[in-house]
């Protein structure tokens, strides 16, 4: 695609959805996407589908129209995925997306296999916000499109510092931020604040890490009962990989917890040399080179060892 217009030509109704436990790139592009095709075709019935993200982004406009569950039998002309790697992770719209007219996939994973009828796929760039920018008209993005695109492009970029970072990413940055949005407080309300009890959370992660590997990789964890004794969920724990990968002399960091007896998410970051996507991608899940994740089963050790053999292998293909 050229223009996002091209699959929009003639169409009614349209679906958009994002992957499931969204993060801030992907309610970023499908914000994004809603408010441009709001404003550009304000003929054209839109829905949004997401399952139900985290408050902090509730500063974009129209987050309120963001619809967590299904409507029943609703056929669309055209449904497009933002930010949505495989057709498993849809979230919220999986129906919606097979009985649609025409299908559109919007993203930059590498490991996207091409699902859609269309599929606008840049795995050289740092975000789908990146991506989206460059098929929307730039003269049509006002300061609440901006602002959507700014959020997802600082969320996947860690706030312009991982290596996905381009000059063309801090070009776009720049003219988004002409628009005269706020720009510090998206980054400090959606990427850095923590509530006191997601504070508490993560000192208790950190302090039973466990450093493997002679300190080249940290584990932490957090299994089911305590996430029910502090009365947290998965989105509550957005950002404590992050700052484990942060420690020194690590190439490798892993966090875990426990959705289910025995059935685990795992997210893995990676400094630089690891690519973590080829162990996501190893065990069913995706994502990129220094950041990826998947879902596992079995054991706290079983899920940790099956890891650490594929992070040794590419370690110590490295080290040869």
């Given amino acids: 695609m050229n223009n996002i217009a091209e699959v929009l030509r003639g169409v009614k109704t349209v679906g958009i959805g994002g992957h499931v436990r969204p993060d801030g790139d992907c309610v970023g592009s499908c914000m994004a996407l809603y408010l441009y095709i709001k404003k550009c075709f304000p003929e054209m019935q839109v829905d949004i589908y997401l399952e139900t993200p985290k408050s902090d982004f509730s500063f974009?406009?129209?987050?309120?129209?963001?619809r967590s569950t299904g409507r029943g039998t609703i056929l669309y002309d055209l449904f497009i995925t933002c930010d949505v790697s495989s057709l498993d992770r849809?979230?919220?719209a999986g129906e919606y997306f097979d009985a649609a007219d025409h299908t559109v996939c919007i993203d930059h994973h590498v490991s996207n296999p091409g699902f859609a009828d269309v599929n606008h796929v840049r795995g050289d760039i740092g975000s789908v916000c990146e991506v989206l920018y460059g098929i929307m008209n730039p003269d049509k993005i006002d300061r609440d499109i901006a602002t959507a695109l700014y959020t997802g492009i600082v969320h996947d970029t860690g706030v312009f510092q991982y290596s996905s970072t381009t000059p063309e990413t801090m070009r776009i940055a720049g003219e988004l931020m002409k628009t005269g949005f706020d720009f510090s407080r998206?980054?400090?309300?959606?990427?850095?604040?923590k509530t006191y009890l997601q504070t508490q959370v993560m000192g208790r992660v950190l302090a039973e890490s466990i450093m493997l590997m002679n300190g080249r990789c940290i584990v932490g964890y957090m299994k089911k009962r305590e996430m029910d004794f502090y009365g947290v969920e998965g989105k509550d724990l957005?950002?404590?990989v992050s700052q484990l990968r942060l420690t020194k002399g690590v190439e490798v960091a892993m966090f875990?917890?426990?959705?289910?007896?025995?059935?685990?998410?795992?997210?893995?970051?990676?400094?630089?040399?690891?690519?973590?996507?080829?162990?996501?991608?190893?065990?069913?899940?995706?994502?990129?080179?220094?950041?990826?994740?998947?879902?596992m089963?079995?054991?706290?050790?079983?899920?940790?060892?099956?890891?650490?053999?594929?992070?040794?292998?590419?370690i110590r293909e490295l080290d040869l």
Avoid at 186 to 193: A, D, G, M, R, V
Avoid at 273 to 279: E, G, L, T, Y
Avoid at 304 to 309: K, P
């Fill in 60 to 66: 974009i406009r129209d987050y309120d129209k963001v």
């Fill in 90 to 92: 849809l979230a919220v």
């Fill in 186 to 193: 998206i980054i400090e309300e959606s990427f850095y604040q």
């Fill in 238 to 240: 957005d950002g404590i």
């Fill in 256 to 295: 875990l917890y426990e959705m289910e007896s025995q059935s685990f998410k795992v997210s893995l970051r990676s400094n630089g040399k690891v690519d973590v996507s080829r162990i996501a991608c190893y065990f069913g899940g995706g994502g990129h080179v220094k950041a990826s994740g998947c879902d």
């Fill in 297 to 314: 089963e079995g054991s706290f050790y079983d899920v940790v060892n099956n890891i650490m053999e594929q992070v040794e292998d590419q």
